[in-house]
């Protein structure tokens, strides 16, 4: 059985991509198995790709490295298996960020199937790309703020929409910062998770990851479909 298998920077962004991909799995002409695994943030690759995680680390990119040797030697018994990595690229160009993560694929993987998706500016983008469902979680959601919002730009996405969510009490919690923005990005997911329809997704940044794990997931059903 084929299986889908996430890598993601913490416990809300699994909460949001099991929203998303909960349907792209179901939706499937063949059953599919899917595992979310969230990381303690996005840390930072090491210099040396080849080298044992700190350890302390806890990172996705700082796992990275190890993660991808262990999943390409899983990949020669298990052919059927797909890797998706997604994160945030906050303020970096996503061009960059892309560039290296395939230059360590590249490097640590030759049987692997892998699917990188970049959230630009962060993956609130994506909910705020989906307005039916934000307003279907929040109905009481500032309109005003969501339609001056320009998809998928570099403006402090989050505060974007903790603001049009939770009107003036958004400045105490942008005040406060983490833990407790960690723990309300946690809250927002589960709320708005149900609703998330991927096809109808406005996002640039989801369109082209979503467009191309489509792709990567028909292709390996068709290698396993072949005599």
């Known amino acids: 059985m084929p299986h889908l298998e996430v890598l993601i920077e913490d416990r809300s962004g699994a909460q949001l991509l099991e929203g998303l991909l909960g349907p792209v799995i179901t939706a499937r002409p063949r059953p599919w198995t899917m595992a979310l695994r969230p990381h303690r943030g996005i840390g930072r690759l090491p210099r040396d790709w080849r080298q044992k995680p700190a350890p302390l680390a806890a990172g996705l990119l700082d796992l990275l490295p190890a993660k991808l040797r262990v999943y390409e030697r899983q990949a020669q018994k298990q052919p059927d298996f797909l890797l998706l990595i997604v994160l945030d690229a906050d303020r970096e160009p996503p061009e960059e960020r892309l560039r290296e993560l395939q230059s360590l694929i590249t490097y640590s993987t030759r049987r692997l199937g892998s699917v990188i998706a970049i959230a630009v500016e962060e993956m609130e983008a994506w909910i705020l790309g989906d307005r039916e469902a ?3 979680a929040w109905p009481h959601a500032d309109r005003s703020l969501l339609a001056a919002y320009e998809q998928d730009s570099i403006c402090g996405t989050w505060e974007l929409l903790a603001r049009a969510i939770l009107g ?18 946690g809250e927002w997911a589960a709320a708005v998770a149900p609703y998330l329809r991927p096809e109808r997704n406005r996002s ?18 068709m290698s396993l479909s072949s005599p």
Do not use: D, N
């Open 134 to 136: 934000l307003l279907s």
């Open 204 to 221: 640039p940044s989801f369109r082209r990851f979503y467009r191309l794990l489509l792709k990567r997931m028909e292709e390996l059903e």
């Open 168 to 185: 003036r009490q958004a400045e105490r919690l942008i005040q406060i910062g983490y833990p407790a923005v960690g723990t309300m990005k």
